[in-house]
């Protein structure tokens, strides 16, 4: 890993002084905290006592094994976009969503993931943040974890950082082929048509996404996918103009009630968007329930997932 120093000028250079004095800063000062800053009050995430407080209750009620077998089945799941604007080129264009990864949480769930996507078709693949267990501490585990995963992956892959992630973690990324968008974009091209494909950085805990500085490739021919770890955003990112929202960070609850009705998904917004297909506007948004776990490697009623979202003419 590079000296803290050096990473922080090239940030400083790639994001400008305010923004990375803000996410380094930040990440610094709170990022353990139980209660307090972002969007949310109450980050039940970094309460230590939590995990062994739902294991005890699961296995009071003889459903901890279940839960964790729950937990490693991976679904793959299809949604079709249709898209008026988009280029006959990309009829058919696919993009893997992988979501929530959480690859430190246990020794297994990397591989789990891998075993997933291994032999699955897709032009991009894109992650939409959570790749740390925890919300502070070391990242080696968490880049050990991804390394497994990303040498199955088909390049090229865009990423953006969730609420659990280290700003520190982007040049160990990077190296391994994933590049990441921090209120960034990118082109991708084929027989003279473009797609745009945007980033934005976590928006939920940091408050560091920054729409109109990763909006500002757009134009009205051009069709536009947004990356947002959370779509507590959506709203914001309709009215600048993108066409499609993808996103994550509620895991679907992960732990539901019959029907996959969630007892929480850690997000403020109306609970249509907190998993699944929706839209708002003429903006179509699809958030995952992620491939991984927080707090506790352990899912009911709400299987986890990887996501083929292909995209076709209107």
Known sequence: ???????????????GRVHAAQRIGIEAENEARVFGGGINFFHPEN?????????????????????????????VRHNEIVLPRLPTMFDGFTLLHLSDLHVDIND????????????????????????RARTAGAIEGTIDGMRRIVTVLRKPIAAVLGNHDSVWMVPDFEALGIQVLLNESLCVEREGAAL???????PHY???DNLDRAARLIDEHMVSILLSHTPEIYRHASHAGFDVMLCGHTHGGQICLPGGVPVTLDARLPRRYGRGAWS???????????????????????????????????
């Open 108 to 131: 297994t769930i990397a591989g789990y993931i891998a075993s997933a996507v291994r032999d699955l078709e897709y032009d991009i693949c894109v992650m939409t943040g959570d790749y």
């Open 47 to 75: 309460w230590y006592a939590l995990p062994r407080i739902i294991r005890a209750c699961l296995k009071l009620v003889g459903m901890h094994g279940r839960a964790q077998r729950n937990a490693t089945r991976i679904d």
């Open 196 to 202: 745009l494909i945007a980033g934005v950085d976590d």
């Open 280 to 314: 708002h506007g003429r903006m179509q948004g699809y958030t995952s329930v992620g491939a991984g776990t927080s707090i506790l490697d352990v899912r009911i009623n709400c299987p986890p997932e990887v996501t083929l979202h292909h995209l076709r003419c209107g």
């Open 1 to 15: 890993m590079a000296p803290e120093r050096d990473i922080r000028a090239a940030l400083e250079s790639r994001l």
């Open 206 to 208: 940091y408050r560091a």
